[in-house]
């Protein structure tokens, strides 16, 4: 069985493309995961998920466990026969949604416990359990537990949460074992503190992990911030491995991402959104609950080729989405998965060409024209 490995091809300025390799396929990177929180991107099937582009999904560890349960899951054949994904998933380690959802959180040395959100009953997430529900599920790539504070916090609530983080990265690597063809990814922790976070990488690096995650980032701290962050945090991870923005983001703040180094990134803001009639494209986001479109016989971008540009007006999917109908859903999603990949592509291509710097400024400028149905 082929191995789990990333080669970086090329790199212009901190911005790298490569791949990386698994026994479900190869992930090219800088690579979007589209969020499939509970077995399913919402809004789309896995071959239309697929057909925009995307090389792996994201799963949650938090959700998967309270329903319908890894033991389940595993019993059935595994997350990627479960939601018939047959490439390959990622799943967060639970740690952050237990933080942000969970009711009744008590934090230890040992991990966290909880009551569920969705019916109050009481749970434990541990380093340990993490790994094994992770196993169950058949994730490859698996993270490692962590406590993700939010920002702001101050530098002592900081400091003893990456700590903690670190000695939970070491009982997850202990725990994850010996699995050929699977990868355990670390994550950096230390909030917007230089020092906390290169004292978190060098823990991380002593332990050793296949790839290294940034975590603590894009939770309330801002895109000045979260860049002057990145301008440091990606240099302190290892060169060789592939590194991991979590939770991010934006168009733009992918693009500031992948300029300082970053090769992975996943987010729901483009499959939320769309359910709430967002669309982005080139030239920024059309709200298509807006009543200029109702009579506008033109595509949401003339550029795209996805199927809500290809087949279908402005005016129709104002007309679906002011319905209430479930298509506006699927077209909308559809249409911002593609988006997101075509960045993707885009920069991939740039890089491999030495052209990333010319391919930002055309980026950024397209964006500043403001909304197609301006001009």
Same mark, same amino acid.
């Given at each position: ?61 938090? &959700? ?8 389940? =899951?595993? !019993? +059935?054949? $595994?997350?990627?026969?479960? %939601?018939?994904? *047959? ?35 009481? &749970? ?8 094994? =529900?992770? !196993? +169950?599920? $058949?994730?490859?790539?698996? %993270?490692?537990? *962590? ?48 020092? +906390? ?179």
């Amino acid at each position: 069985m082929t191995g789990f490995s990333f080669a970086k091809l090329t790199q212009d300025g901190k911005a790298r493309a490569g791949v990386i390799h698994t026994p479900r396929g190869e992930i090219r990177t800088p690579a979007f995961m589209p969020v499939g929180t509970a077995a399913t991107v919402k809004a789309m099937l896995p071959g239309s998920v697929r057909a925009t582009g995307a090389d792996i999904v994201l799963g949650n560890t938090y &959700h998967l466990m309270l329903r319908p349960g890894a033991e389940r =899951i595993d !019993r +059935l054949g $595994g997350l990627h026969r479960f %939601m018939n994904w *047959d490439r390959p998933i990622l799943t967060d380690s639970g740690g952050f949604q237990v933080m942000s959802l969970a009711e009744l959180r008590k934090l230890s040395e040992n991990g966290v416990t909880f009551r569920s959100h969705i019916d109050g009953s009481k &749970h434990e997430l541990t380093p340990e359990r993490s790994m094994q =529900i992770q !196993r +169950l599920l $058949g994730s490859d790539i698996v %993270m490692a537990f *962590d406590e993700c504070p939010a920002l702001p916090a101050d530098r002592a609530r900081i400091a003893q949460s990456m700590a903690l983080s670190m000695r939970w990265a070491a009982r997850s690597r202990q725990a994850f074992g010996d699995r050929p063809g699977h990868a355990l990814f670390g994550i950096q922790q230390g909030g917007l503190e230089p020092d +906390l976070r290169a004292e978190s990488a060098s823990a991380l690096r002593a332990i050793g992990f296949e790839g290294y995650a940034i975590g603590g980032l894009a939770v309330g701290e801002g895109q000045e911030a979260m860049f002057a962050c990145l301008d440091h945090a990606p240099d302190q991870l290892p060169q060789d491995r592939p590194r991991y923005l979590m939770g991010v983001g934006k168009p733009d703040d992918i693009v500031g991402a992948v300029k300082r180094g970053v090769d992975m990134m996943d987010c729901v803001l483009p499959s939320r959104s769309g359910r709430t009639g967002q669309a982005f494209t080139r030239r920024g986001v059309v709200n298509i609950k807006n009543a200029r479109h109702a009579d506008d016989p033109r595509p949401l971008d003339e550029q795209c080729g996805c199927p809500a540009c290809s087949d279908y007006c402005r005016a129709y999917l104002h007309h679906v989405f002011r319905s209430g109908e479930i298509i506006a859903s699927m077209l909308l999603t559809w249409h911002n998965l593609h988006y997101y990949q075509q960045i993707m592509g885009g920069m991939r291509d740039a890089i491999a060409a030495g052209a990333f710097a010319a391919w930002e400024a055309e980026f950024h400028a397209a964006r500043a024209l403001g909304d197609i149905e301006r001009v």
